[in-house]
T-cell receptor, first 114, second 112 residues
């Protein structure tokens, strides 16, 4: 059964720093991996999706990488801003008959201090 | 930009009552999902729906839960007899293909 873990659970950085959020998964047979942002009491905003055949995806200041062999994905945020403060979730999707069934990590709560 | 909408944003109900949570997926999407997040815990998959039938469900999605697409736009989650442990944030999601999922803002369900 797939398990997704995110470390650290919380991270506080000064504005302007580059930072990396980590996501690990136990079953490397994933179909894709999706990164989300969640603001307090709000829904999930999709940031990046990496297909299993891809190594990385970029959107603006965000870059997500995927290494299936080691069971890891990272989300790199460049030049962090206070507006980036939120909880970041990663979720993996498996193969087979599942057409949904995203397995989520618990998230990393990011705080960017001005 | 198209988005998934959910109503109500907050629902308070008494234990044993039935609740219906409503979602309007993105209009050209074909796959629909419900997830829930108990306070302080992970987001958990409940059910996926495609071509007017359930395609997958989790262990959480027992006989107390049901889903329906009553018309061309709405997608609903019904809980027949709510329990205290059903208190959670419920998220609806949709996707055009079984790939990138787009989530709604959620309905906070409080069972008293």
């Amino acid at each position: 059964k797939q398990e997704v873990t995110q470390i650290p659970a919380a991270l506080s950085v000064p504005e302007g720093e580059n930072l990396v959020l980590n996501c690990s998964f136990t079953d490397s047979a994933i179909y894709n991996l999706q990164w989300f942002r969640q603001d307090p009491g709000k829904g999930l905003t999709s940031l990046l999706l990496i297909q299993s055949s891809q190594r990385e995806q970029t959107s603006g200041r965000l870059n997500a990488s995927l290494d299936k062999s080691s069971g890891r994905s990272t989300l790199y945020i460049a030049a962090s801003q206070p507006g980036d403060s939120a909880t970041y979730l990663c979720a993996s999707k498996g193969y087979g008959g599942s057409q949904g069934n995203l397995i989520f990590g618990k998230g990393t709560k990011l705080s960017v201090k001005p | 930009e198209p988005e998934v909408t959910q109503t109500p944003s907050h629902q308070v109900t008494q234990m044993g009552q039935e609740v219906i949570l409503r979602c309007v997926p993105i209009s050209n999407h074909l796959y629909f999902y419900w997830y829930r997040q108990i306070l302080g815990q992970k987001v958990e998959f409940l059910v996926s729906f495609y071509n007017n039938e359930i395609s997958e469900k989790s262990e959480i999605f027992d006989d107390q839960f049901s889903v329906e697409r009553p018309d061309g736009s709405n997608f609903t989650l019904k809980i027949r007899s709510t329990k205290l442990e059903d208190s959670a944030m419920y998220f609806c999601a949709s996707s055009e293909l079984p790939h990138e999922q787009y989530f709604g803002p959620g309905t906070r369900l409080t069972v008293t």
